[in-house]
């Protein structure tokens, strides 16, 4: 066979059979030329030699539509701008990481591990922590169907036109060395090289566009354009570090191995992974990264050590959202010296006074500082920073800028005076508490202006109710005129249309895009509309466990703290404050004009453990199990909604027992407690079947 490539653009006389055979044989070239520039780093096709294929292909499936496949390398050029992101639940939650800053951190959990399994060791697998957006990519029969942002952990946008366009993103896995499941997901992190970053910013600047802050956040605009076309312009990569959800295959039986099966599937790996037998090892690597990350093109902040083996990982579990198997070792924070300009304070959403401070623009870890919290009243008192000081700032991450200290080098001048703070609210001028135990001073006029209007802002932001086009100004605009004075009027202001055109700045397409904004934003999910209220505590990730439990927003204004605390992740805090929101007036009647005006979401999502057969029922696991450490067992049970206790009573319902029992096993025998060995156990929690009372 001629394999020399040969052009055929005026060759007229394909029918749809030979096309469909030309097609076929051009995508593969293409996204093997592909792989191999954007994944391997071995090009094989020159520039021209690409784009004459490329051309082909284009006017093939101009000529024959049906030709288009979601697997055409023509599909990476962008899809007509779309309405918004439809939501997506993942099939598995997409965990967070808890974290270690230091070596006894790190000691400390690997040992809780060991303890909970108790095994004499695991060994793990570290891997580069990339500063970017996480990522979920499904593969049906080996074909790119669809990629979801991570969301709350819960749930995510679908990007999938978006992903599309990302050249390290195959399209199509490949079955050479392994073969590939009908389904799987690969977890993997989106970023933006630090290069490019300056690039896109260099472009936008020129634009009169609005800078980015990070590769982070470009990364995060980028692939939140609506117009994917757009994003196919951003040179995002990406590297995939797990398997999620899989369909049809033995999963690999180490992390390793799973990342090794997702290369050779054409999965973008990342080169510097490390196997550490024992925590010493694991420090040696994250020293090692710590070396490297100034010399890599993209943003690291730390390393992620995994326990290698997957049947430990699925024993281990989760505590929460973070998995027992993983933790992020974080690098220290980045510092930098610069001048306090100024102290401003700011009053927040929940009325705290928060001061920050006006910096000399200054470089903190590849960004550049202007502003940085100062934290409360009381820490600029003890730390004593004054207006014109030389000060510390540092950053870590995600986190938000910080001034430390004072600077060594500081100098004052004889004026400098100590830092005065308000002693009223610059918003409405009533007087600020400070309550006991707590840093914070807080304006408590519950009809404070600027509480309000962050309330607002807050709750029409992207991840509450997402109101595009609604952010500070749009808030401050209509609260200032009087068109919304509480959060229900934002659903009565298409009534108001007429009014609303006489704002001179607005315009009438920027009103009518604002109307259909909120129009189109009454059908977020439950769990949206109570991270949107503005409860205390209550973050996007509470919010879904929230409305998962009690469905509606009646439904959790009518919660008992009892009911509350039984949530997995919800403390005793927490669910003080959520009661204590649906004991003010102001509030119950807010919950009341939204469901009059329709804004009440019910939550259908499937029960997830409480229908277990064991919630609800009391174990005490006694003697040694073969499969598992009491611990773990224990865990089961309370996963499941069970009860795990330390000592037999009457009301004990199930005796675990495992081998070399003692008193518990006599006790249980003596209250007629129903005894029950490990097998009947595991296939009890793992298959729901209730053992057999047997006398
Ligand atoms: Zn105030």
Redesign the pocket.
């Known amino acids: 066979m001629n394999t020399h490539y040969q052009f055929h653009f005026d060759d007229e006389s394909y029918t749809a059979n030979s096309a469909a055979k030309r097609a076929l044989q051009l995508k593969d070239e293409i996204n093997r030329a592909s792989k191999l520039y954007y994944i391997d780093n071995t090009p094989e096709l020159n520039d021209a030699e690409w784009d004459a294929r490329m051309q082909e292909l284009l006017k093939l499936e101009a000529d024959f539509p049906e030709l288009i496949t979601a697997d055409s390398p023509t599909q990476r050029v962008g899809a007509p701008p779309a309405e918004g992101f439809e939501e997506v639940v993942h099939p598995i939650p997409m965990l967070s990481l808890g974290n270690v800053f230091d070596e006894d951190g790190l000691r400390a959990w690997h040992k809780r591990a060991l303890d909970f399994l108790e095994l004499e060791n695991a060994p793990m697998v570290c891997e580069l922590k990339i500063d970017g957006l996480a990522l979920a990519i499904t593969y049906r029969n080996g074909v790119m169907e669809r990629a979801t942002t991570r969301g709350d952990g819960e749930r995510g946008e679908d990007v999938t036109a978006n992903v599309r366009t990302i050249k390290s993103v195959p399209l199509k896995l490949d079955s050479i060395k392994h073969s590939v499941p009908p389904l799987v997901e690969f977890r993997g992190e989106v970023f933006l090289p630090n290069s490019l970053f300056d690039q896109l910013n260099a472009d936008r600047h020129a634009e009169g566009l609005t800078e980015y802050v990070n590769p982070r956040n470009a990364a995060s605009g980028s692939l939140r354009q609506l117009d994917s076309s757009e994003t196919a312009k951003r040179p995002l990569d990406i590297f995939v570090y797990a398997l999620g959800y899989v369909e049809g295959i033995k999963e690999p039986s180490s992390h390793w191995n799973a990342l090794e099966t997702i290369k050779s599937w054409g999965g973008k790996t990342n080169p510097w992974t490390r196997k550490a037998a024992t925590t010493e090892d694991a420090m040696k690597a994250i020293n090692e990264a710590f070396m490297i990350r100034e010399s890599i093109d993209y943003g690291i902040d730390g390393v992620v050590i995994k326990i290698d083996s997957i049947p430990l990982q699925k024993r281990l579990g989760a505590v929460g959202r973070d998995p027992r198997w993983a933790i992020a070792y974080k690098f220290p924070a980045e510092k930098a010296e610069t001048t306090l300009k100024a102290i401003h304070v700011n009053?927040g959403r929940t009325?705290a006074l928060t001061p920050w401070a006006e910096l000399e623009p200054v470089m903190v870890g590849g960004v550049t500082v202007e502003r940085a919290t100062l934290h409360n009243k009381d820490e600029i008192t003890r730390k004593d920073f004054r207006e014109g000081d030389r000060v510390v700032v540092q950053r870590a991450g995600d986190v938000i800028p910080q001034v430390v200290s004072v600077s060594s080098k500081n100098k004052r001048s004889g004026d400098s005076t100590p830092y005065k703070f308000p002693n009223t609210?610059?918003?409405?001028?009533?007087n600020?508490t400070s309550s006991d135990g707590e840093a914070t001073t807080r304006?408590i006029?519950v009809s404070?202006?600027?509480?309000f209007e962050r309330l607002l802002e807050h709750y029409a932001s992207r991840g509450a109710i997402d109101i595009e086009g609604f952010g500070e100004r749009v808030a401050q605009d209509l609260t200032r005129l009087g068109f919304v004075s509480t959060i229900s009027d934002i659903y009565k202001l298409h009534e108001r249309r007429e009014e609303l055109l006489k704002i001179d700045k607005m315009g009438e397409t920027r009103i009518d895009n604002l109307l259909d904004a909120i129009n189109a934003s009454r059908q977020q999910p439950l769990s949206r509309l109570l991270f949107a209220l503005g409860i205390s505590g209550i973050g996007s990730e509470s919010a879904s466990w929230l409305s998962r439990r009690f469905r509606t927003l009646t439904g959790v204004r009518n919660a008992t703290i009892e009911e509350l605390i039984k949530i997995d992740g919800i403390g005793s805090i927490v669910a003080n404050n959520i009661v204590n929101y649906f004991n003010v007036a102001k509030n119950l009647q807010l919950v009341d004009e939204l469901i009059e005006l329709g804004i009440n979401p019910i939550d259908n999502r499937p029960e997830s453990s409480t229908t277990h057969p064991a919630n609800g029922l009391i174990f005490v696991v006694t003697g040694k199990l073969e499969t598992m450490s009491r611990s773990e067992a224990n865990n089961r049970i309370k996963s499941l909604g069970g009860k795990a206790t330390g000592s037999v009573t009457g009301k004990t319902h199930y005796l675990v027992a495992g081998t070399n029992t003692g008193a518990k096993f006599d006790k249980a025998q003596r209250l007629g407690v129903q005894i029950i060995n490990e097998m009947e156990f595991i296939a009890f929690m793992d298959e729901g079947t209730v053992p057999i009372q047997t006398e």
């Open positions: 009053v009325g609210c610059p918003s409405c001028g009533s600020p304006c006029n404070c202006p600027a509480q």
